[in-house]
């Protein structure tokens, strides 16, 4: 980090900057643990071109989950340009390894999260999904919104990249039919949108904090189908999730098919790796 930047973040925080060390914070931008005698802030900084438009919309992620008082997220301080860099300064979460109550807790919380409902699906802006732009275009209709809006797109990728095949993508016609008899009565609920096992914190005190959000208003069960995707998280939060959102008799092909949407996301984004693990449920619902 360049002096010019550190000064301009110190006038911000009002405060002088004793420290400054890299940290981990993914694989698209650069992350920071910014230390002052006393407190501890974290920054991302990037300088691809539509880094600045990243950081607003993660922010407003994080801000829009904030405001329902239902789970935390990291306050955030500063998102801005400076030198061509883009930057996102936030508090600094000293998280812990997780305990069963902790996993509790989270499970609890989201689904406190996941009450938070709207007239239609979507948002009223669209953000990214990893490095990837994710389309919100509200929709009056679950079905409508998860072909046009996840799968369709992600296809589409995929035959430009010529990681599928035309043959293996079904129709827009195709899909809708399978997701008809299983998409119903579906209430619009406010998601993460990518809550994988690095995109929540448990502070040193216990409190679950999500970080990274990929927002939008969806089923509340595409969330718990990411937690799924890569080995899940502790029973007891499936527990005390399940014990507010029960499970019916479609619940777990839905959150294969929802998977669909991450797997293909990760084919676009990592490549042929995942191949195998789209091409199967493809053939077997569609």
Partial sequence: MNNDLKSL?????????????????????????????????????????????????????LQVIRKTNTIKTPKVLAC???????????????????????????????????????????LDQDNFIGSLPQSNRQNTTWVDFYTTERLLPQLELAKQKQLLSKNECPSIQNI????????????????????????????????????????????????????????????????TYSSLFKNDENTSTRIEIYQLYYLLVHLNLFGRSYYGSVSSILKKYF
């Fill in 176 to 239: 809708k039919s399978t997701l008809e008899s299983l998409f119903t009565n579906i209430k619009p609920a406010l998601l993460h949108g990518d809550l994988w096992s690095g995109n929540y914190l448990i502070s040193k005190d216990g409190t679950p904090y999500l970080i990274d959000p990929a927002i939008y208003y969806g089923h509340h069960e595409v969330d718990i189908a990411m937690t799924k995707l890569f080995g899940g998280f502790d029973t007891s939060f499936y527990e």
């Fill in 80 to 122: 801005d340009t400076f030198q061509n860099v883009a930057f996102l300064l936030m508090e600094f979460i000293d998280s812990k390894s997780p305990s069963s109550v902790d996993y509790k807790n989270l499970g609890y919380q989201l689904a406190q999260l996941h009450q938070c409902t709207s007239d239609s699906f979507g």
């Fill in 9 to 61: 973040l110190s006038k911000i925080l009002n405060e002088s900057i004793t420290k400054v060390s890299p940290v981990h914070g993914g694989d698209i931008s650069k992350a920071f643990k910014i230390e002052t005698s006393n407190n501890a802030y974290f920054l991302k900084s990037n300088n691809v071109s539509n880094a600045s438009n990243m950081f607003q919309i993660e922010a407003y992620g």
